[in-house]
């Protein structure tokens, strides 16, 4: 049953690419990328990866569309002819498929519990689990606490991302002396002339806070943590944007503050690290932060989690208002 | 859902595609209810709950973004660029 | 009663899974934008209290409800809204109500 399902997806997703890559008109490969984000996302879900299934809906679907659609903005909707040789690329193409498809020969099959990794990886971390960290979802106990450097290095490509479209796009244009404005309605309104969108967004955007907060707080029990908290968090305020304009958006957070969230959320990350280390254990060893292992482990996990939420927040934000500010003014 | 990615590739105008996308959004979600209910899941209801707020925030950008183009294109026609 | 309960949730998820399903056929085979979304919203509102509807009935007094009852909720706000605004981007783009012929996308725009 699952696996007709599965198959389903897969189709759809095939021709969802086929289609994105064939069409022109830019606008419509936006709209495609994003259903193949959700067809990705219910991939993920059917293969019980929870927390990866709501990380691709919340960015890949959602906050990336957002974003294209901003850059769309600033450039043109159509792609222009490619000029490359075709030939040479589809060969190159083809050759690492073959390559690529002669090497999944050697793997183990999907989902064998003979493979390597559910005899030594799995059983180690489903055991310790319980033990050190205590926590129903063994995931974000890998994620938070165990793998803890991958995530630290994952909270910089965040920064490091987050600063890099700052620099790209951070000088402001100068204004050309422009053609007068259409009398009623500028730019940087936003949909605030619409008002049935502004009244349920206005109405929706608490409800969308609160459960941003749940699932960054919820992480520990259920699909959640601090990259998806960071994404809804961040899309609840692009809505804000998007009704009331990028003006009022910038004047309720301040640019500075954005970037105070997107350095400050790393620099929590790294100082519970220190804190670590100058209490006696290695960096980011959480056990020693309170007197009980299991609850510096809680403690530390939670720290790391917000954390990553803030910088996430603050670099989805920034690079919003970097390609929205920017319209042809 | 088949149905309406078929609209999406298939649509005369963009609107339609948006217009599939958009339903097509809105089934995932009934589907990942459903789905998560059969198969024993109930916390993956949270996902369904995310994916219909972004679905939304979604269509709104459309709107804005065509908002935007449709008044700087009259600014433009307005001085005869 | 919990047969009857079964029953009762069967019917109401056969029922939206239909809803759903003429939705989608609608918005095939309509001529017109304004009529496809016609189509789209009102099934797909309809079709999802009714699923959602049979999957709280099993889903018992939980909080699996009460989540489910937030989906609800804000599909009811957000589905109609989300019709709303591409109706007015729609317009604004120019795309009249009465046109059959619907433009090619390629229209320069």
Known sequence: MIVLFGIFLLTLMVITALAIVQTQHLFVAVILAGIFSLLMAANFFLLDAADVALTEAAIGAGISTVLFLGALALTAEHERAASANRLLALGVVAVTTLIVIYATFDKPRFGDPEAPVHQHVAPWYLERTPETIDIPNVVTAVLASFRGYDTLGEVFVVLTAGIGVLFLFGAKPRRKAGPPRLAAHEPGDGLRHYLIPRVVGRLLIPFILLFGLYVQFHGEYGPGGGFQAGAIVAAAVILYALLEGEAQALRVLPQRLLNGLIAGGALLYGAVGVAGMLLGGSFLDYSVLTANPVTGQHIGILLIEVGVGITVTGVLISVFHAFAARGRV | ?81 | MPFLLDVASWVLLSLGGAFVFIGGVGALRMPNLYTRMHAASLTDTMGAVLIIAGVMLQAGASLATIKLAAILLFLLLTSPTASNALASAALLAGLRPGDTAAPHEDRGE
């Open chain 2, 1 to 81: 859902m088949a149905l309406a990615l078929v609209r999406a590739l298939l649509g005369p105008s963009v609107y339609d595609r948006v217009l599939a996308a958009n339903m097509f959004g809105t089934k995932t979600v009934l589907l990942l209810a459903v789905i998560a209910f059969l198969y024993g899941r109930p916390d993956f209801l949270d996902l369904a709950l995310a994916y219909a707020l972004i679905n939304f925030i979604g269509v709104l950008a459309v709107l804005e973004f065509i908002r935007r183009r449709a008044i700087t294109s009259a600014a433009d026609h307005n001085t005869g660029s």
